[in-house]
């Protein structure tokens, strides 16, 4: 079983080379802290004019990895989001309820627990 996670946003105006230096860090620290429990955390951001739109796919292999991973990442989430205004977050997958409550009011949450099948 596996559990992702989506979140789309905007990397705030002027922040795009500070937003990357912290990505080199947290990424870095995380690697470290989660070990093999986050086999997917990857950062994307457009190309586009100025490059701000963003977005992080995460995975897991269970919902327990992803709460050691929340635990180990809380420290910096201030930081992330000094850089970042997420728009939509993504649960794909059994995630625990209180994940999904953390971001209400943040964005908008879709949620789609049930796995039908993949090739």
């Known amino acids: 079983?596996?559990?992702?996670?989506?979140?789309?946003?905007?990397v705030k105006e002027g922040m795009?080379?500070?937003?990357?230096a912290?990505?080199?860090?947290?990424?870095?620290?995380?690697r470290e802290a989660?070990?093999?429990?986050?086999?997917?955390y990857d950062f994307?951001?457009?190309?586009?004019?100025?490059?701000?739109?963003?977005?992080?796919?995460e995975g897991y292999r269970t919902p327990e990895d992803l709460l050691a991973h929340v635990r180990n990442a809380t420290p910096y989430t201030p930081r992330l989001f000094k850089y970042l205004r997420t728009t939509?977050?993504?649960?794909?997958?059994?995630?625990?309820?209180?994940?999904?409550e953390g971001f209400k009011g943040r964005a908008k949450v879709t949620t789609l627990p049930t796995f039908v099948g993949s090739v």
Do not use: S, W
Request: no cysteine; charged share 25%.
């Open 1 to 10: 079983m596996t559990v992702r996670v989506v979140m789309i946003g905007e």
């Open 16 to 20: 795009r080379e500070e937003f990357f």
């Open 22 to 30: 912290f990505v080199e860090e947290f990424t870095a620290v995380l």
């Open 34 to 40: 989660d070990g093999d429990k986050t086999p997917v």
């Open 44 to 57: 994307y951001v457009a190309d586009d004019a100025g490059g701000t739109n963003f977005a992080l796919h």
């Open 88 to 100: 939509e977050i993504q649960f794909f997958g059994p995630v625990p309820d209180e994940i999904i």
